[in-house]
């Protein structure tokens, strides 16, 4: 039963490993040591790590930089402390003088004298499965305002934002594609 068990595993290897040259070599070494022969392959605890990768991997797909809609803009998503925030990386507008473009829109008097260049405009995103990100706020630096957002994708290449006020029925939708 042990041999069946780890062929079977070794199958699951090779899949991801896409190399048979490695196999002989696990093969000697496992198959035909004697604590292999005298305890079970415990399959269940390696069982549960494999879908545990899974559900970090297709999680963490937005990490990353970020065009806006209009490219105007990006955006590096990154995860800090199991949420997901994003950050201002490049911005197309410019001031005429060379001058920083500063966040003059927002409410805080005291912020708006920060750079908008490098400003966090994605707060505190979780992961609610189902390729979709919740519970977080995006900034608008044009407009100084802020929104409840949810983030959501079809595939790692594009992410839909939707910005609202109460619940995401009376909100707006903008695309951003990855970027490099």
């Known amino acids: 039963m042990e041999k069946f068990v780890f062929t079977a595993l070794l199958s699951i290897l090779l899949r991801f490993s896409g190399s048979i ?5 696990i093969y000697n070494s496992v198959i ?3 604590a292999l022969a005298t305890k079970p392959f415990p399959i ?3 069982s549960i790590r494999v879908m545990t990768v899974t559900t970090v991997n297709e999680a963490d797909i937005i990490l990353g930089t970020w065009l806006s809609e209009h490219a105007d803009g990006k955006i590096l998503i990154y995860k800090n402390n199991g949420k997901y925030f994003g950050r201002l990386s490049w911005i197309k507008r410019r001031n005429v003088d060379g001058s920083p473009v500063l966040d003059v829109k927002n409410p805080e008097p005291a912020k708006q004298k920060e750079k908008v260049m490098g400003l966090e405009i994605l707060k505190g995103f979780k992961y609610a ?3 979709t990100w919740n519970g977080g706020f995006i900034y608008d630096p ?16 594009k992410i839909k934002i ?3 006020i109460g619940i995401p029925l009376f909100g707006r939708s903008t695309f951003w594609t990855r970027s490099n």
Do not use: A, Q, V
């Open 32 to 34: 035909k040591t004697e």
């Open 44 to 46: 269940e605890k390696y």
């Open 142 to 157: 044009l407009s100084g305002k802020t929104y409840s957002c949810r983030i959501s994708t079809d595939n790692s290449i």
């Open 21 to 25: 040259s490695t196999l002989p070599s």
């Open 162 to 164: 939707r910005g609202f």
């Open 129 to 131: 499965g189902g390729k």
